[in-house]
């Protein structure tokens, strides 16, 4: 007898079945880690601290002292990311391998999240302050992605640096093409840095990007971003994954989001790979705002509810057929939102 195919909603259903089993499973060990209460006299003074890892249900603090300690979070915290500043108490001695506890989060200055399937909006980072935009020429080179991450740093006001990794695969001719695409970002004042963790090239530029602040890299599984860290500061030894010669995608390789202090003097959030990068969680006006070179136009449309296709009296587009604001960029903004309403109909998430 033939094996019955499953349709897209039994496949959906099936995964959806697994994540509840696994979160009813979290849920459990949690009330079971949380019934081992910290009592006031198991516990020293109330210090500040950072997270650097988060695990499913604990975090590693960092005291003012560099040491590290394995704390249990209080009930009350909902939610605790790599980069967040903490209160936190160490205990007099460990509890089942455990050495304290968080008991509140600072104030953040600023938050990363991305959409969920499951989730909703889920949170990645906080405190950062430099996004370093990682693109390759493989896996596979989207403009289209880079945008979409320039709408994030853009609304939250955190400064992007645009990287191109793999540089020693091209030749003369794809160099000057690639040149040419990223003039369209230079011109609009965003930095970029074209390198090679394989050869070297303008590594040593990339290591002064690095050197003070919180970054954290974003970009498509297997265009380098473990590997640059390594040809930086090769005692990390993160592991790296190839592109995959089946799909032509990069392989996940973090798996656990954590700080890494570098030798150059910054920080980095190493965070798991992030394949899709989804923005159906901001609206329409959010993703305008989030392309700088429209600002100087927005708002002078001759409609209200002006969409910046074929409106009459359109500024944007205006601007576009008279060179002041680039075609492929327009043609990005108008995928994205394209897509936006296609999520908001149901239909599917945001893709590349």
């Not at 989207?142 to 979409?148: A, G, T």
């Not at 530029?205 to 003070?212: A, E, G, P, T």
């Not at 969680?281 to 910046?308: M, S, V």
């Amino acid at each position: 007898m033939s094996k019955q195919k499953l349709t897209k909603n039994q496949k959906r259903r099936i995964q959806s079945n697994k994540q509840k089993t696994l979160s009813d499973y979290q849920r459990r060990k949690k009330e079971k880690r949380d019934s081992l209460e910290w009592q006031d006299e198991m516990l020293g003074d109330v210090q500040p601290g950072r997270v650097i890892a988060r695990y499913a249900l604990h975090a590693d603090i960092e005291n003012a002292a560099g040491e590290v300690f394995r704390c249990n979070l209080r009930r009350t915290i909902s939610n605790l990311v790599v980069g967040d500043y903490v209160l936190w108490r160490a205990g007099h001695e460990q509890l089942q391998g455990i050495n304290g506890v968080v008991e509140a989060v600072q104030p953040r200055k600023n938050e990363l999240a991305r959409p969920d399937y499951y989730d909703g909006i889920k949170l990645i980072a906080s405190n950062i302050d430099k996004i370093f935009i990682v693109s390759a020429i493989l896996p596979h080179f989207s403009s289209n992605i880079i945008d979409r991450y320039l709408v994030i740093c853009e609304n939250l006001g955190i400064k992007p640096i645009l990287i191109l990794n793999k540089i020693d695969l091209c030749d003369a001719n794809k160099r000057q093409e690639v040149e040419q695409l990223f003039d369209i970002y230079r011109n609009i004042g965003y930095q970029v840095l074209m390198v090679s963790a394989q050869s070297g090239e303008n590594m040593p530029q990339f290591k002064q990007l690095l050197s003070d602040g919180c970054a954290i890299f974003v970009g498509q599984s297997g265009v380098g971003k473990s590997s640059l860290l390594n040809a930086l500061e090769p005692h990390l030894g993160l592991q790296t994954g190839a592109v995959s010669e089946n799909s032509g995608l990069g392989q996940h390789t973090t798996t656990v989001s954590r700080l890494i202090h570098l030798k150059c003097g910054g920080e980095v959030i190493d965070s798991p790979g992030i394949r899709e990068f989804g923005v159906w969680h901001l609206d329409a006006n959010t993703i305008t705002n989030g392309y700088r070179e429209f600002q100087p136009y927005l708002g002078g449309c001759k409609f209200r509810d002006c969409k910046h296709l074929d409106d009459p009296g359109c500024v944007l587009r205006a601007a576009v057929e008279q060179g002041k604001i680039d075609p492929l960029r327009f043609e990005n903004y108008h995928r994205l939102i394209l897509a936006l309403e296609e999520n908001k109909a149901g239909r599917h998430f945001v893709t590349a």
